[in-house]
């Protein structure tokens, strides 16, 4: 197994340590390969070149229309994972003005 498809099997908590706004657009795709989201939305995320101050913007419209992902499921996924990251990302910042 090469180092890429290594990369690829880390679950989203890998992130968890790393703000979620400053992913880039590789960071981006392996946490989506981490939700089993592969073949029709990376290469969306891929082709816009997504990265992490994107994804935390993105609409499920935007998902829709602009990403093409249409399965209403998928687009959940991806909603609610980007707001368990930013949860991870405010916990963390309580963490350190502890």
Do not use: P
């Not at 989203?12 to 939700?35: A, E, F, P, Q, R």
């Not at 816009?48 to 998928?74: M, P, R």
């Not at 687009?75 to 990302?89: D, S």
Request: negative net charge.
């Amino acid at each position: 197994m090469s180092n890429k498809n290594k990369e690829y099997i880390m679950s989203s908590d890998t992130y968890n340590h790393k703000d979620i706004t400053k992913w880039s657009n590789d960071d981006v795709i392996c946490w989506l390969h981490g939700l089993n989201l592969i073949s029709d939305c990376t290469n969306s995320f891929t082709s816009n070149q997504i990265n992490g101050y994107d994804l935390v913007n993105i609409t499920a419209e935007q998902l829709k229309s602009e990403l093409f992902v249409t399965k209403i499921h998928d687009q959940n996924v991806i909603l609610r994972n980007i707001k368990l990251e930013m949860l991870a990302l405010c916990k963390q910042f309580i963490l350190i003005f502890n």
